[in-house]
């Protein structure tokens, strides 16, 4: 079957810092994969996703970046947080014509 | 695109059936009907999903209505661990990418499952 891990679960960060999360898929093959990222109190806002190696697609302008090394990996990242950058930050996967499927997430604390 | 329309709550006792509404009275012919819940502090997880027909599985029913411009959801023997917010999501068609699914997530509704 088919499981997802994202890393860290809590995350906290002062401003100006660098970031990086990570997300792993195992157990199938060449998924899309997703970026989320939910405000406090807010609904959930896709960020970037990607449909292969090294192909990114950024939903909305921010402060962050994705980038996919491998086909099972998906990466966030910042050369510096800002604190609009807190949330609870969420990747999901999917394969054509299947539901999405989402990790527990980490929550980004930016000090 | 698209939009549903979701109360913003609902309670329900335990042990009886909580039904969940959803309108989305503007929804195209090859757009499908998602629900997902999401409890507190956890990523969303899918429940169930449809076209046109009703459809059922070991969460879950889904029921669409004939015109297909709203649904409902039904967890036939809630529990307090069905306590959480349910997201009702028509899957954006035409944005649809070699697969990828651009989900838009509205506000939900925070179900309570009352003891």
């Known amino acids: 079957s088919q499981t997802i891990h994202q890393w860290p679960a809590t995350l906290v960060q002062p401003v100006g810092s660098p970031l990086s999360l990570e997300c792993t898929v195992e157990?199938?093959?060449?998924?899309?994969l997703y970026w989320y990222r939910q405000a406090a109190g807010r609904g959930l806002q896709l960020l970037f996703y990607s449909v292969g190696i090294g192909q990114i697609s950024s939903e909305v302008p921010q402060n962050l970046s994705a980038s996919r090394p491998q086909d099972r990996q998906f990466i966030l990242s910042s050369k510096k947080l800002l604190l609009s950058d807190s949330g609870f930050y969420l990747c999901?996967?999917?394969?054509?014509?299947?539901?999405?499927?989402f990790g527990d997430g980490t929550r980004l604390s930016i000090l | 695109d698209a939009k549903t329309t979701q109360p913003t709550s609902m309670d329900c006792a335990e042990g009886r059936a909580a039904n969940l509404p959803c309108n989305h009275s503007?929804?195209?012919?090859?757009?499908?009907v998602y629900w997902y819940r999401q409890i507190h502090s956890q990523g969303p997880q899918y429940i169930i999903h449809?076209?046109?027909n009703n459809e059922t599985n070991e969460m879950a029913s889904l029921i669409i209505t004939e015109d297909r411009k709203s649904s409902t959801l039904i967890l036939p023997h809630a529990t307090l661990r069905d306590t959480a917010v349910y997201y009702c999501i028509v899957r954006v068609g035409g944005l649809i990418i070699q697969g990828a699914q651009k989900l838009v997530f509205g506000q939900g509704t925070r179900l309570t499952i009352n003891p």
């Open positions: 449809g076209l046109k």
């Open positions: 503007t929804i195209s012919g090859n757009e499908y």
């Open positions: 999901a996967w999917s394969v054509l014509g299947q539901p999405q499927h």
């Open positions: 157990g199938t093959s060449n998924p899309n």
